[in-house]
């Protein structure tokens, strides 16, 4: 992929937003017509919801049936519709895992034109909360360097959806080098739920004055709310709750503008560590 002019208006990224379910076929089929469609509307790098390889509302055995290498067939359509469309594609998807008899992974994969898998992560933070228990079925990724990936001249991290609670996951993002933070998410609908999504995604945004760019799962099991939000918060791209991609252009310049204003990262007395025991 050529990098962006430095003339032009910075890099176009897209958040889509779907429902994926227990269709596998048909979640592949709906990723690529939305990849198409956010192609056609400019976009270079596409995000797509956690779970986009398959998915229902309850967890329980047959997700580890269904779970799938990295290299399986779900990343080799996806490193198929990359090249094809030479864009990069951010998906989430079920990863079947070593040693695990009963849990899977719950994985994010970066591919780029070409089919290379530029970028991998395994969520950090398992959602145990609001009545539900993901850690029964799902493995927590260890915890690594972050791997960050270049597409039109910035840098790019990955994390999911519950991560987005614990800010020090994005801290550590932004330390290894990344301009903006692909975050696909399964944010389940419930009580002040979709405020809780647009508070913590901004905050994200605004603490590491960096873009994040969110995709969930359209309702009715997902809350919706795709968006993109700029270091200042701003959130320059958002869907509502219909099946749809937004198309936002991120840059450098913008960035730098943000951090001259806000040397908040400069300033900051405090570094990220793991937390022992």
């Not at 594609?89 to 089919?115: K, S, Y």
């Not at 020090?168 to 979709?194: F, H, N, Q, S, Y």
């Not at 806000?262 to 570094?271: E, G, I, M, S, T």
Request: aromatic share 8%; hydrophobic share 45%.
């Amino acid at each position: 992929m050529e990098p962006v002019d430095a003339a032009s208006p910075g890099f176009p990224i897209a958040v889509a937003q779907f429902a994926p379910d227990a269709d596998a076929d048909a979640n592949l089929a709906e990723i690529t017509r939305l990849a198409e469609l956010a192609v056609a509307r400019g976009a270079r790098l596409v995000v797509f919801p956690e779970y986009s390889s398959w998915f229902t509302p309850e967890p329980g055995p047959e997700w580890h049936a269904k779970a799938e290498r990295v290299g399986g067939r779900f990343t080799e359509r996806l490193a198929e519709l990359a090249t094809r469309l030479d864009v990069h594609l951010v998906a989430g998807m079920i990863e079947r895992l070593d040693g695990e008899e009963h849990r899977v992974g719950n994985t994010v994969v970066a591919v780029a034109p070409g089919g290379d898998i530029v970028a991998r992560y395994r969520k950090l933070h398992l959602y145990d909360a609001f009545g539900q228990r993901e850690s029964a079925w799902v493995a927590p990724g260890e915890i690594a360097a972050p791997e960050v990936f270049e597409a039109g001249g910035l840098r790019f991290g990955l994390q999911t959806c519950y991560d987005v609670r614990f800010p020090e996951v994005t801290r550590r993002i932004v330390d290894a080098g990344a301009d903006v933070v692909c975050m696909p998410a399964e944010w389940v609908r419930g009580p002040l739920k979709e405020s809780h999504w647009r508070v913590l995604t901004t905050a994200r945004a605004l603490e590491n004055t960096m873009y994040v760019a969110a995709a969930d799962h359209a309702p009715p099991v997902g809350a919706g709310n795709s968006m993109v939000v700029d270091p200042m918060g701003v959130e320059v791209a958002t869907i509502g709750e219909g099946t749809d991609v937004a198309v936002a252009w991120v840059s450098r310049e913008r960035i730098e503008a943000v951090r001259r204003l806000n040397p908040a990262l400069a300033l900051r007395r405090f570094d990220v560590t793991e937390r022992r025991g």
